[in-house]
T-cell receptor, first 117, second 114 residues
Framework: AQTVTQSQPEMSVQEAETVTLSCTYD???????LFWYKQPPSRQMILVIR??????QNATENRFSVNFQKAAKSFSLKISDSQLGDAAMYFC??????????????FGKGTKLSVKP | ETGVTQTPRHLVMGMTNKKSLKCEQH?????MYWYKQSAKKPLELMFV???????ENNSVPSRFSPECPNSSHLFLHLHTLQPEDSALYLC?????????????FGQGTRLTVV
């Protein structure tokens, strides 16, 4: 079974600074995807970034980038030049591509990010 | 607006009531999902429908009954709920169930059982 662990219930960052959110996961699969979702107060989950496990290159999406360490099963999210609009809950998720749970997203408990002006 | 709409946004119901949550997607997707989001817990996958067929029931109590009449609509029928069922219920859709499919979420229904 897949599990996703986010060890930081809350994080805070100063506007324009950089913050890193941690995520570790456990899976027996070799082919899977990893995601970071953002949930603002509006409650709508929005995909921030995703990483294919077979790609060694870390995914980047504008100010958002990941540090994917496959051997360590670690998938952290770095937010650069933080903006007030980045304040939200951030969820790490994994998705396996085979077996009975194919396609299912497995989420961590989330990290609440606050951005200070 | 991501194309997944959930109604109602908020619902308060008694333990003996019967109510339904509705989800509608306008993205042409074939897979739809119900998730339960409780405080301080990971999102829990409840049900998965792929091409209108239920492909997963994650040991959900029978007081929750899903219905998927077509690929665009998904319902969650509720009856004789318990206070611990109070949570945010999120609907999502994806092109189809499987690899490399991005899920799009609705804004959820905040359910309170009294």
């Amino acid at each position: 079974a897949q599990t996703v662990t986010q060890s930081q219930p809350e994080m805070s960052v100063q506007e324009a600074e950089t913050v890193t959110l941690s995520c570790t996961y456990d899976t027996s699969e070799s082919d899977y995807y990893l995601f970071w979702y953002k949930q603002p107060p509006s409650r709508q989950m929005i995909l921030v970034i995703r990483q294919e496990a077979y790609k060694q290159q870390n995914a980047t999406e504008n100010r958002f980038s990941v540090n994917f360490q496959k051997a360590a099963k670690s998938f952290s999210l770095k937010i650069s030049d933080s903006q007030l609009g980045d304040a939200a809950m951030y969820f790490c998720a994994s998705q396996t591509n085979y077996g009975g749970s194919q396609g299912n997203l497995i989420f961590g408990k989330g990290t609440k990010l606050s951005v200070k002006p | 607006e991501t194309g997944v709409t959930q109604t109602p946004r908020h619902l308060v119901m008694g333990m003996t009531n019967k109510k339904s949550l509705k989800c509608e997607q306008h993205l042409g997707h074939n897979a739809m999902y119900w998730y339960k989001q409780s405080a301080k817990k990971p999102l829990e996958l409840m049900f998965v429908y792929n091409f209108k067929e239920q492909t997963e029931n994650n040991s959900v109590p029978s007081r929750f009954s899903p219905e998927c009449p077509n690929s665009s609509h998904l319902f969650l029928h509720l009856h004789t709920l318990q206070p611990e069922d109070s949570a945010l219920y999120l609907c999502a859709s994806s092109q189809e169930r499987g690899r490399d499919t991005e899920a799009f979420f609705g804004q959820g229904t905040r359910l309170t059982v009294v």
